[in-house]
């Protein structure tokens, strides 16, 4: 008991970003198991992830391509079959958000994914998780410590939904040369104006 109030505490102070912390969803639903396993590709479920602002939750209908056929009896299911109703007239999924940036903070996906950004560095080995969590702080100083030196964390776009990429050793040279490549523009990235509208 001690421990726990203790751990909570800790978290508290500490971890009031949630950071490292999975969220309870409605379904234990695993990016585990449906990427790494399964081999399922990110745009299968956020299909608007390369070109809109937000990328989207997938509705019911998406696992139902699947589930109205497999593991129909698993009680861990029971609530999407619920939402799916009958032939989807029932309500959607309440999926809890793991990342919510607030009001006055702007944020768009396809102007990183499209300039070499990999979801691993500001998720983390999503493909490897079971339950989500927020691998970074996404505080302001942590968004501007690459709005501020982007050719440390550029990738070639090829890989930016490599999970497991890596930086090369020439890092460096390569940053350089596709911050110039992209047109990314190093002189906008840091002002005030970009994220604060
Ligand atoms: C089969 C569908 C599916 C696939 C494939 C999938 N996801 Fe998800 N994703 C979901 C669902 C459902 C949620 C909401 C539940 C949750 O947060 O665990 C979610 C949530 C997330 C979140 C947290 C969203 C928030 O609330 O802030 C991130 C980040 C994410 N996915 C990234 C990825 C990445 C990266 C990949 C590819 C490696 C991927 N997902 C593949 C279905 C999928
Ligand atoms: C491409 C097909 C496919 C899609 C799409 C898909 N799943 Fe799955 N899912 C599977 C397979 C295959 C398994 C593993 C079944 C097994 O282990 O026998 C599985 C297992 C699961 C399990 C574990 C069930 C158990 O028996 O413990 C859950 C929970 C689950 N999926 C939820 C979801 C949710 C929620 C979505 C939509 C966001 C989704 N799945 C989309 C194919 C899919
Ligand atoms: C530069 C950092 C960054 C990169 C790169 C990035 N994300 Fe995100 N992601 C965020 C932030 C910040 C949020 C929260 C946005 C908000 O609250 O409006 C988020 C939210 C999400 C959500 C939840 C959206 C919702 O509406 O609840 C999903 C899903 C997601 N990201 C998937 C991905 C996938 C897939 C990739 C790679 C293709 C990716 N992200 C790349 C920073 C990033
Ligand atoms: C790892 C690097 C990286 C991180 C982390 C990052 N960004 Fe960016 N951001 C970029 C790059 C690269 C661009 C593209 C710049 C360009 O096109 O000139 C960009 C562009 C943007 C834009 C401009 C979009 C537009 O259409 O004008 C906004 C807004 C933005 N980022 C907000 C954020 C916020 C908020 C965070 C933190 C939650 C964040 N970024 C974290 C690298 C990053
Ligand atoms: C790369 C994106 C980005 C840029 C550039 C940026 N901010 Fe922020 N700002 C954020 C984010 C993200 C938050 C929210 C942090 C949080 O919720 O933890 C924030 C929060 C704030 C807050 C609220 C107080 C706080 O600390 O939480 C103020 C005030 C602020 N920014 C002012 C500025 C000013 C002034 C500039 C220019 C010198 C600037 N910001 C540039 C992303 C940015």
Not at 38 to 67: A, K, Q
Not at 70 to 85: C, K, N, T, Y
Not at 142 to 165: A, D, Q, T
Request: a negative charge; proline letters at 7%; hydrophobic letters at 30%.
């Amino acid at each position: 008991m001690t421990l726990f109030v203790s751990a909570l505490t800790y978290f508290a102070r500490v971890n009031n970003n949630m950071v490292g912390v999975p969220i309870k969803q409605p379904i234990d639903y695993s990016h585990a198991l449906h990427t790494s396993q399964l081999g399922l590709d990110c745009r299968y479920c956020h299909t608007s992830v390369e070109v809109s602002s937000t990328p989207n939750i997938p509705p019911t209908e998406t696992c139902m391509t699947c589930h109205s056929q497999i593991r129909v009896d698993a009680p861990q299911l029971e609530p999407l079959f619920e939402s799916w109703g009958n032939n989807g007239d029932g309500l959607p999924l309440q999926w809890k958000r793991v990342h919510d940036m607030p009001d006055f903070v702007y944020y768009d996906h396809s102007a990183h994914i499209n300039k070499g950004i990999g979801c691993s560095t500001c998720h983390g080995a999503i493909d490897k998780m079971e339950g989500i969590w927020k691998n970074e702080p996404m505080s302001m100083g942590w968004c501007l410590e690459c709005h501020r030196s982007p050719e440390k964390f550029v990738r070639p776009k090829s890989e930016v939904f490599n999970m497991s990429y890596e930086m090369p050793t020439n890092q460096h040279e390569l940053g350089k040369e596709l911050v110039e490549a992209y047109n990314i523009n190093e002189e906008r990235l840091p002002q005030c104006s970009t994220c604060h509208r």
